[in-house]
Nanobody, 124 residues
Framework: QVQLVESGGGLVQAGGSLRLSCAASGRTFSTYAMGWFRQAPGKEREFVAAISGSGGWLYYADSVKGRFTISRDSAKNTVYLQMNSLKPEDTAVYYC?????????????????WGQGTQVTVSS
């Protein structure tokens, strides 16, 4: 069982930056691939970024490639999402997710554990 707690969301102007954090419980953090997803009002949840258990494999949605960076710190059991050059269309609730495999995935059904979400609002 893994518990995930996100933080770092907020209100930012277009062009600004935010860093989301996701703290995971448990002592086997490196065996879990981690992902970030987001859901805007009236839309389905969509993939944002994922990182393998080792941290060596990274995946991004085309809409955030070049602007967002996912990383993980095994010593702190934490995964991060650095978001730069934010746009109003990035506004959403952002969710951290973990799967019981070190292989990263880009689809939400692959992830068994989810955080409560953190709101990111980008004003124009």
């Amino acid at each position: 069982q893994v518990q995930l707690v996100e933080s770092g969301g907020g209100l930012v102007q277009a062009g600004g930056s935010l860093r989301l954090s996701c703290a995971a419980s448990g002592r086997t953090f490196s065996t879990y691939a981690m992902g970030w997803f987001r859901q805007a009002p009236g839309k389905e949840r969509e993939f944002v970024a994922a990182i393998s258990g080792s941290g060596g494999w990274l995946y991004y949605a085309d809409s955030v490639k070049g602007r967002f960076t996912i990383s993980r710190d095994s010593a702190k059991n934490t995964v991060y999402l650095q978001m730069n050059s934010l746009k109003p269309e990035d506004t959403a609730v952002y969710y951290c997710a973990a799967r019981s495999s070190p292989v990263a995935a880009t689809t939400s059904p692959a992830y068994a554990y989810w955080g409560q979400g953190t709101q990111v609002t980008v004003s124009s």
